[in-house]
């Protein structure tokens, strides 16, 4: 093989910050090279300097692409050259046809007409490269999450790529998805399209991956052989210390039951025929970690919806809190009874942007700093520093926009606003998604010392281990209905999936 990428001792500064202190790889045609690091630690800085979104004379250092130096000025430039980037976040205009989509920007014509018969010809040809059996005039929006994926890539092989850039790509699909994703990168390889994978999910990383690059704080801390290396290998060298293991469970006393839900049912929001949840019922117990699992639209965030009163569609639900009945129609009411929930979509429902770390923080304790409806700020942000040492949210300041976070410090952020306003019970929707092992491991600690103080936790989450190595007991689901009440005891992840997959309902 030959070498297509070399990117040499590459800086990139924000301010007094190096982002990236002297980082170089390597990737020779034909190959896929994995990028590991935690959140923050500038894999996604590095290819941005690549793609030139951050261009040449905003960084130091040298790119070589196919024997020549690189120096762009625009992502529009690296494209043409056959570099492409999909980022984890999908740029599809969604109310246009894939095929508008594909050629936006770049439309076929014919003496300055529109040649839409080439461009749906040509699409056709690319959904089948991609292994998308849909129509070119579909609209995107109708798509599955995976499916738009598919669209993205097909998308940039309209392009000629050469290169392809996948940022966290599985991150939002199914495994099913994910499967036909990680199938369709080793076709592009053996068609010659070499690939920069990034990704926190170091199973795929070693499934996929010819070489692997460990970036830590912005350095280059090595690359091996992927077949070289154990899992343990990679996240010794991401975090810089041995982690014996992955899920620090700890022993934690768990008292009686504080709450039971009955007969929640939820209709869907566009049918009121289908039931997205069907007469579920539950107890969940102080200082228990229950998980809930299930497959992907078996109900799960629904479920949680209801119970802290922010399902969008008509819902019933009956629940007991303390021994006494409460109704719940609000997230507001929730958190008044002590019910706070961290979603599974944090960039949507969970943080506000362009608002600050501190902000993002207190905004669910307001009440609790004011005096006569006066903000007291100095108490305020007495709470907020107090909040971010606690949780280890890395942050330059609270003052500084959320957005500018990593993933696993924005989780943390949104951890601290509602564990300022001291819940019972905290429901977690998928907590760890798109985070990192290290930040993950500190985020597995803090629930084991929120259940040792007796608060409860219900964890939803896709991923079986980590179901497996946190919860006390599991509830499984299977459209709408709860089919397992599984207690942790030598579980397996074969026995959670054949309750999910099953018609019975298992005690």
Same mark, same amino acid.
């Given at each position: 093989?030959?070498? %297509?990428?070399?990117?040499?001792?590459?800086?990139?500064?924000?301010?007094?910050?190096?982002?990236?202190?002297?980082?170089?790889?390597?990737?020779?045609?034909?190959?896929?090279?994995?990028?590991?690091?935690?959140?923050?630690?500038?894999?996604?800085? !590095?290819?941005?300097?690549?793609?030139?979104?951050?261009?040449?004379?905003?960084?130091?250092?040298?790119?070589?692409?196919?024997?020549?130096?690189?120096?762009?000025?625009?992502?529009?430039?690296? &494209?043409?050259?056959?570099?492409?980037?999909?980022?984890? &976040?999908?740029?599809?205009?969604?109310?246009?046809?894939?095929?508008?989509?594909?050629?936006?920007?770049?439309?076929?014509?014919?003496?300055?007409? !529109?040649?839409?018969?080439?461009?749906?010809?040509?699409?056709?040809?690319? %959904?089948?490269?991609?292994? !998308?059996?849909?129509?070119?005039?579909?609209? #995107?929006?109708?798509?599955?999450?995976?499916?738009?994926?598919? #669209? &993205?890539?097909?998308?940039? %092989?309209?392009?000629? *790529?050469?290169?392809?850039?996948?940022? +966290?790509?599985?991150?939002?699909?199914? +495994?099913?998805?994910?499967?036909? !994703?990680?199938?369709? #990168?080793q076709d592009l390889k053996a068609n010659g399209v070499s690939c920069i994978y990034i990704s926190h999910k170091l199973s795929e990383v070693k499934a996929i991956s010819d070489h692997i690059c460990v970036i830590r704080d912005?350095?280059?801390?090595?690359?091996?052989?992927?077949?070289?290396?154990?899992?343990?290998?990679?996240?010794?060298?991401?975090?810089?210390?041995?982690?014996?293991?992955?899920?620090?469970?700890?022993?934690?006393?768990?008292?009686? #039951?504080?709450?039971?839900?009955?007969?929640?049912? /939820?209709?869907?929001?566009?049918?009121?025929?289908?039931?997205?949840?069907?007469? *579920?019922?539950?107890?969940?117990?102080?200082?228990?970690?229950?998980?809930?699992?299930?497959?992907?639209?078996?109900?799960?965030?629904?479920?949680?919806?209801?119970?802290?009163?922010?399902?969008?569609?008509?819902?019933?639900?009956?629940?007991?809190?303390?021994? +006494?009945?409460?109704?719940?129609?609000?997230?507001?009411?929730?958190?008044?009874?002590?019910? *706070?929930?961290?979603?599974?979509?944090?960039?949507?429902? $969970?943080?506000?942007?362009?608002?600050?770390?501190?902000?993002?923080?207190?905004?669910? $304790?307001?009440?609790?700093?004011?005096?006569?409806?006066?903000?007291?700020?100095?108490?305020?942000?007495?709470?907020?520093?107090?909040?971010?040492?606690?949780?280890?949210?890395?942050?330059?300041?609270?003052?500084?926009?959320?957005?500018?976070?990593?993933?696993?410090?924005?989780?943390?952020?949104?951890? *601290?606003?509602?564990?300022?306003?001291?819940?019972?019970?905290?429901? %977690?929707?998928?907590?760890?998604?798109?985070?990192?092992?290290?930040?993950?491991?500190?985020?597995?600690?803090?629930?084991?010392?929120?259940?040792?103080?007796?608060?409860?936790?219900?964890?939803?989450?896709s991923e079986l281990p980590e179901i497996l190595g946190i919860s006390d007991r599991v509830l499984v689901m299977h459209e709408g209905e709860i089919k397992g009440n599984l207690i942790n005891d030598n579980l397996t992840q074969e026995a959670i999936m054949d309750c999910a997959l099953s &018609?019975?309902? /298992?005690?």
């Amino acid at each position: 093989m030959s070498t %297509l990428l070399e990117m040499k001792n590459i800086i990139k500064r924000f301010g007094p910050v190096k982002a990236l202190d002297g980082v170089s790889i390597t990737l020779q045609k034909g190959e896929i090279l994995s990028l590991c690091g935690e959140n923050g630690s500038g894999k996604s800085t !590095l290819m941005k300097v690549l793609c030139a979104i951050y261009p040449q004379g905003e960084f130091e250092g040298e790119i070589t692409f196919e024997g020549q130096p690189l120096t762009a000025t625009s992502i529009k430039e690296t &494209e043409a050259l056959g570099i492409a980037i999909i980022h984890q &976040e999908l740029t599809l205009v969604k109310e246009l046809s894939i095929m508008e989509n594909l050629f936006l920007g770049a439309e076929m014509s014919h003496f300055g007409v !529109l040649d839409f018969t080439t461009m749906y010809l040509e699409t056709e040809k690319l %959904l089948k490269q991609v292994k !998308l059996a849909v129509s070119p005039s579909t609209r #995107v929006g109708d798509l599955g999450v995976g499916q738009q994926q598919l #669209v &993205e890539i097909a998308k940039a %092989l309209s392009k000629n *790529a050469k290169l392809l850039v996948l940022d +966290e790509p599985t991150a939002p699909l199914t +495994e099913s998805e994910t499967e036909i !994703l990680l199938s369709l #990168v080793q076709d592009l390889k053996a068609n010659g399209v070499s690939c920069i994978y990034i990704s926190h999910k170091l199973s795929e990383v070693k499934a996929i991956s010819d070489h692997i690059c460990v970036i830590r704080d912005g350095k280059h801390i090595g690359t091996r052989l992927a077949k070289n290396m154990t899992t343990d290998d990679i996240i010794t060298m991401m975090v810089g210390r041995e982690m014996k293991q992955l899920f620090p469970r700890e022993p934690h006393p768990i008292g009686d #039951v504080i709450l039971t839900v009955s007969g929640a049912t /939820a209709w869907d929001t566009s049918s009121s025929n289908i039931k997205k949840v069907d007469n *579920a019922s539950f107890e969940l117990r102080k200082g228990e970690i229950l998980g809930i699992s299930g497959l992907v639209g078996s109900g799960r965030t629904e479920l949680m919806q209801c119970l802290y009163g922010s399902y969008e569609g008509k819902s019933t639900i009956s629940v007991c809190l303390d021994g +006494e009945y409460e109704s719940i129609g609000s997230s507001q009411q929730a958190l008044q009874l002590g019910i *706070a929930m961290v979603p599974e979509d944090r960039k949507r429902h $969970g943080i506000i942007p362009i608002m600050s770390v501190g902000h993002n923080i207190s905004l669910s $304790g307001l009440d609790s700093f004011a005096t006569y409806s006066v903000l007291d700020t100095p108490k305020e942000s007495q709470s907020i520093e107090s909040s971010i040492d606690k949780l280890k949210v890395k942050t330059s300041g609270s003052e500084l926009a959320i957005r500018n976070l990593s993933g696993g410090n924005q989780q943390k952020a949104i951890l *601290a606003r509602f564990l300022a306003i001291e819940p019972k019970i905290l429901i %977690l929707d998928e907590p760890t998604r798109g985070i990192d092992v290290g930040a993950k491991y500190e985020i597995y600690k803090l629930m084991f010392a929120l259940v040792n103080k007796g608060i409860s936790i219900i964890m939803v989450s896709s991923e079986l281990p980590e179901i497996l190595g946190i919860s006390d007991r599991v509830l499984v689901m299977h459209e709408g209905e709860i089919k397992g009440n599984l207690i942790n005891d030598n579980l397996t992840q074969e026995a959670i999936m054949d309750c999910a997959l099953s &018609e019975g309902v /298992a005690a």
